[in-house]
């Protein structure tokens, strides 16, 4: 059985390299039966070689419980048939078993990279799991015009250029690149904007620019300041500045103050990167910095990322699922991932020997494309940085389980507070935005013990409620979330394990009275009574904080002092909901303002229509052109035109 195509890799030879065996399937109960799973194991040994893999483990649903890689696929997970020397984490993952799928590669590299793959993509409970993995921040010069652009990107490095990162945060790469506009005055508008321009635009006029647009410089000047750049940001910032210096000095010379007060100005900028710097990192080259900290049960990694001898920032990484695992291993599987996102540098630092370590950097260097040597430093600046990054590590998890300890008191106020039985692990709040009815959005954020679960937010269009009737809306809101889960209370068919089909363990309304007989009338109708609801709406006393009432289904209300924790942890529940659902009314209301008539017609793409308007200026104008007319827009060939006229001439 082969689900997805989740056996090739995204790699042009994917299909050469990686090949998908069928999974054997076994008929079960749902329920954890060891047996059932050993059995499943066994039957899938039988069709087994001694070849490199990765191989998957399924529940009875399909889902993905484990991915895992071996040098040979027959001894590894042969292995999981003797329970006796397995640990009882394991034992539980092999009753939840009833399938395997199997990939064979070409070496053990390969299964290394698919294994981190694969994890990213199904994100196993049983497997080492990175919680925050999402996209870096790159600084781009890209090299698809005369005149580069310098710009921010996150995501696929598919646009021609150089990249420059990983920065640990936008706001580093956004001081960065404020700097670097300065320093080397690069464009940073896009080539719709440079190519419409007749003028300088203000970035000139306050030196963060140098105005290619109207021929302010010249292409082999911007060349020059292109190079500069690029040697700057590939670690010979040094050369820069001593450049710049001898520059400034002829200007001085040559009574040319103008030019060597803009040149003063570009020093300055690029004294401001080196001195923002808060680790010295000279001498260091392209290097990450990984440091491990465990304690009470969790692990913090700390990162530094080393460019060309420069900072460009920290971030903490807490590792979930580890279990029972050592340490290395851990540590392991987050370089793994890690890199699974980012381009690995030639030098990978860390403060302990790793599991397979010279299988890891073997790996990573067959994605990266170069030689990747993984140490523990000894000495010198290296060993400096290391201490640094563990002594970060350390403090960065005391804060974190510091946090978590008041957060699971909080927790348990709140269930107090509130009457339930048990702690709420997933929290869902609601609320709506429109302007008097119009472009109205519901929004649902969720909380968890561990933070807000930005990944299961939701927003809502809402169709029915035509009037300014919150009520309504509101009702409209509670019926989309919870219908599948009206029809499917056990979540055992369809989106197994989507959040549409998670039952919540609270439902907070941004409400009054009102809201909360909506959203109780509701569910009462769906059959649906057993989700503890609460609306949490300002007093009588608007404006003031802590004057917040909470309102229970019985018509009951409830207050909380001033200066309670739990009080404080609620409004921060009902601000977010609230962030988000404006959020979503605005984006909605401005592609309502940016909407064009052309965009109801079939086959008509942003191209075509920005085409049109350059070609007829208005949409009105389109909707009366001949077809003739219509043929001789640029861009527009005489199928697309027939298509065009028909759409407005339907009826002859």
């Given at each position: ?434 302007i008097q009815g119009t472009k109205a959005v519901g929004a649902m954020v969720v909380a968890s013990a561990e933070g807000f679960e930005k990944g299961q937010y939701r927003k809502f269009n809402i169709k029915s409620a035509q009037t300014n009737d919150d009520f309504g809306m509101m009702r409209e809101v509670m019926s989309r979330r919870f219908r599948n889960l009206a029809e499917n209370p056990d979540g055992e068919e369809g989106k197994a394990n989507s959040h ?88 909605k209301r401005s592609r309502a303002i940016t909407a064009s008539p052309l965009d109801e017609i079939p086959g008509i793409g942003p191209s075509r229509k920005r085409a049109l308007l350059l070609h007829f200026g208005t949409a009105g104008k389109v909707r009366a052109a001949a077809l003739d007319d219509l043929k001789r827009a640029p861009g527009i060939s005489e199928g697309v035109a027939q298509q065009i006229y028909d759409f407005y001439h339907a009826g002859g």
């Amino acid at each position: 059985m082969s689900r997805t195509k989740a056996g090739s890799p995204h790699d042009p030879r994917g299909k050469e390299r990686f090949h998908e065996e069928s999974a054997t399937k076994v008929v079960a109960s749902a329920q954890p039966d060891l047996e059932a799973g050993i059995t499943a194991i066994r039957d899938t040994v039988k069709t087994l070689k001694p070849r490199p893999g990765v191989y998957r483990m399924l529940d009875t649903r399909g889902d993905v419980l484990y991915v895992g890689k071996a040098r040979s696929l027959k001894a590894r997970v042969a292995n999981y048939t003797q329970v006796k020397g397995l640990s009882n984490r394991i034992q539980r993952m092999i009753s939840q078993c009833r399938a395997m799928e199997i990939v064979t590669t070409n070496s053990e590299a390969e299964a290394l990279l698919l294994e981190a793959q694969l994890i990213k993509r199904y994100r196993p409970p049983f497997n080492v799991l990175l919680r925050d993995d999402k996209s870096f921040p790159f600084i781009l010069l890209r090299a698809d015009h005369a005149y580069p652009r310098i710009m921010k990107h996150r995501g696929a490095r598919k646009a021609k250029g150089n990249y420059y990162g990983p920065f640990a945060s936008a706001g580093s790469v956004n001081k960065t690149l404020n700097a670097l506009q300065k320093l080397f005055l690069l464009r940073s508008c896009t080539d719709s904007f440079f190519n419409n321009r007749d003028r300088p635009c203000l970035l000139y006029q306050i030196k963060r620019c140098s105005a290619p647009c109207v021929g302010r410089i010249d292409e082999a000047g911007y060349a020059s300041l292109v190079r500069e750049a690029k040697d700057f940001l590939g670690g010979k910032s040094g050369a820069v500045q001593t450049q710049i210096e001898k520059q400034m000095a002829k200007a001085a010379d040559d009574l040319d103050f103008e030019t060597a007060a803009i040149l003063r100005d570009r020093l300055r900028a690029a004294t401001f990167i080196q001195g923002s710097q808060a680790i010295n990192a000279q001498g260091v080259g392209d290097a990450d910095v990984f440091a491990l900290a465990a304690k009470g049960g969790q692990v913090g990694v700390q990162a530094f990322f080393i460019r060309g001898g420069q900072n460009w920032g920290h971030r903490t990484f807490y590792p979930r699922n580890i279990g029972d695992l050592d340490m290395d291993e851990v540590l392991s599987n987050v370089l793994l991932q890690f890199y699974e996102e980012v381009p690995p540098p030639r030098t990978i630092l860390v403060d302990r020997e790793l599991a397979e370590q010279e299988l890891v950097a073997e790996a990573l260097a067959e994605k990266a494309g170069h030689a990747v040597a993984i140490s523990i430093p000894q000495r010198g600046t290296r060993r400096k940085l290391m201490s640094q990054a563990q002594r970060n590590a350390v403090e960065a998890l005391d804060r974190r389980l510091a946090e978590s300890g008041t957060k699971a008191k909080v927790l348990r106020e709140l269930a107090e507070f509130l009457e339930l039985d048990d702690v709420p692990q997933r929290i869902e709040v609601y609320d709506n935005s429109h302007i008097q009815g119009t472009k109205a959005v519901g929004a649902m954020v969720v909380a968890s013990a561990e933070g807000f679960e930005k990944g299961q937010y939701r927003k809502f269009n809402i169709k029915s409620a035509q009037t300014n009737d919150d009520f309504g809306m509101m009702r409209e809101v509670m019926s989309r979330r919870f219908r599948n889960l009206a029809e499917n209370p056990d979540g055992e068919e369809g989106k197994a394990n989507s959040h549409e089909t998670v039952w919540p363990d609270l439902v907070l309304i941004d409400g009054g009275k009102g809201q909360m007989s909506s959203v109780r009338d509701t569910l009462a109708e769906m059959g649906i009574e057993n989700v503890p609801l609460i609306a949490i709406a300002k007093g009588p006393h608007h404006g003031r904080e802590g004057r917040e009432v909470f309102h229970f289904p019985d018509g009951r209300e409830k207050t909380l002092p001033v200066n309670s924790p739990l009080l404080f942890y609620l409004q921060t529940l009902r601000d977010e909901v609230h962030r988000y659902a404006i959020g979503a009314h605005r984006a909605k209301r401005s592609r309502a303002i940016t909407a064009s008539p052309l965009d109801e017609i079939p086959g008509i793409g942003p191209s075509r229509k920005r085409a049109l308007l350059l070609h007829f200026g208005t949409a009105g104008k389109v909707r009366a052109a001949a077809l003739d007319d219509l043929k001789r827009a640029p861009g527009i060939s005489e199928g697309v035109a027939q298509q065009i006229y028909d759409f407005y001439h339907a009826g002859g």
